[in-house]
């Protein structure tokens, strides 16, 4: 049966269109010629697997799986692996750009790639998971390496699934090659300070803006929608810094405390709670669509993609948007918070803390040295400030909104390296 490509959920902006419609006003914005337009807006290579797994029960299933990598031009290309139901190719195809214009905005020497197995991992075993990622593993050995695509944890896989790559992988090189993917666990070689490395960057771009908008973080008002791996450490390193978190949201709803919300306490219950904050005293529980619009300094999603649309994005009273999640603005709404005058640090700049580090992973992969905690944070810390002074004086000179101002620095190093390097 010929292959047929997913179509978007009605309503749902296409996540490829969405980026491309930002890539498309930044480029013209750079007056960038036809021939680099043509070669910055195609991925290099879309590769689609079908993997034969053994279920526990004996019975075969056959998953279908993807990696596409959009631009090898500033050096090998890098991005995570999605295990979803909803994965589809669009979305990689969108995901892959973004790791592009990610890792060009914060100035380290990769491209961007992403990838992804259609699958519900909650409803397979471990040995079924690890089968799958082996057998994944296998269909892209000639795609993968440490000098040509290097893959990552995201939503669905993590550490574990990272070292059966990297076992799977290395076997098929004959030597242990631990610089073939980021996110591994500590002992084979992943780094100090990864976990909290997004949520930090969130925090230091989060500052960095408040600074620039004459917000005095200390009771500065904040919400923050998803509390995961990003949301919750945004949070936490946000009221350490003095803001105040009135409101956390995940799954099962958001909380509301104009008070503030001890993070810590709200931690510590989702960690006993099966990682749910349903029923926490801490907060009054109100409708997880209503964070996104309480009276606030600073607002943070940071759960999934399309979260403020053309539906809502008129109701936002947050002075500042800080997107810890990847996509969480739809292009159409882009326009109705730029009315608004609200600030937006895109998620190509807010949340690239987390492939800075995994950058440092791979460099400490390749030294065979381990850093300290403290030297990953610093160095992060200050890839992070500096990427946000960069956006902050392109949004001023091309007096445009910092999101596009972010796919500008992007567009044009990458354009800029294309032209060095040549062409056939
Ligand atoms: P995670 O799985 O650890 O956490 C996701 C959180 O969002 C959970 O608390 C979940 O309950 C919540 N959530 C899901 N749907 C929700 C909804 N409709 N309303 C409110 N909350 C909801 O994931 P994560 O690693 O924290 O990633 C979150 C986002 O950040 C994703 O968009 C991811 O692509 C992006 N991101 C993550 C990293 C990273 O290093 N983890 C790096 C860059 C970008």
Redesign the pocket.
């Known amino acids: 049966m010929a292959y047929i490509e997913p179509a978007p959920i009605k309503d749902k902006e296409n996540p490829f269109e969405s980026m491309m419609s930002r890539f498309d006003i930044a480029a013209k914005c750079l007056g960038l010629d036809d021939e680099v337009y043509n070669v910055l807006k195609s991925p290099v290579k879309q590769v689609i697997v079908n993997l034969p797994i053994t279920m526990d029960d004996g019975s075969v299933q056959v998953f279908e799986g993807y990696r596409v990598i959009h631009s090898n031009i500033l050096g090998p290309s890098k991005g ?1 692996i ?1 295990y979803d139901m909803d994965v589809h190719l669009d979305e990689v195809k969108a ?1 892959a750009a973004w790791m592009t214009w ?1 890792c060009a905005v914060v100035d380290i020497p990769y491209g961007g790639a992403k990838g992804g197995i259609i699958c519900n991992p909650r409803n397979m075993s471990p040995g079924e998971i690890e089968r799958l990622t082996r057998a994944y593993t296998g269909a892209l050995v000639e795609i993968f390496g440490p000098d040509r695509d290097i893959p ?5 896989t993590g550490p574990r699934e990272m070292a059966w790559l990297m076992d799977e992988y290395s076997r098929a090189q004959g030597m242990t090659v631990n610089a073939v993917v980021t ?1 591994k666990p500590l002992v084979l070689g992943g780094s100090l300070g ?2 909290e ?3 930090r960057g969130v925090m230091i771009t989060a500052l960095a803006a408040m600074e620039k908008l004459k917000i005095n973080p200390y009771h500065a008002k904040v919400a923050v ?9 945004a949070a936490t390193l946000l009221e350490e810094r003095g803001a105040s978190v009135v409101a956390v ?6 909380y509301y405390n104009d008070s503030g919300i001890d993070i810590n306490k709200a931690i510590e219950y ?1 960690n006993a709670n099966n ?3 349903e029923g926490f005293k801490g907060a009054e529980k109100i409708a ?2 209503d ?1 996104l619009t309480l009276d606030l300094d600073v607002l943070v999603p ?4 399309d ?1 403020i649309t053309v539906h809502n994005a008129d109701q936002v009273k947050a002075k500042l948007i800080v997107e ?5 603005t739809s292009a159409k709404a882009d326009a109705l918070l730029n009315d608004k005058g609200i600030m937006a640090v895109p ?1 190509i700049l807010a ?5 800075t580090v ?1 950058y440092f992973e791979w460099v400490q992969n390749r030294l065979g040295y381990k850093w300290t905690a403290d030297r990953v944070s610093r160095r992060s810390d200050r890839i992070m400030k500096d990427a946000f002074n960069n956006v902050f004086k392109t949004s001023q000179e091309y007096n445009v909104s910092l999101r596009i101002a972010a796919y500008i620095v992007a567009i044009d190093k990458v354009a800029k390296t294309y032209k060095f390097r040549g062409r056939f």
């Open positions: 995570g999605r995901l990610k990552a944890p995201d939503m669905g996110g990864r976990t490395a997004t949520g929608q998803g509390f995961g791996n990003v949301g919750s450490w949201s995940d799954i099962s709803g958001a989702r990682g749910s904050l997880g669509d964070l940071a759960a999934k993609e979260v810890g999640a990847n996509g969480p998620d949340n690239a803390g987390g492939v995994s």
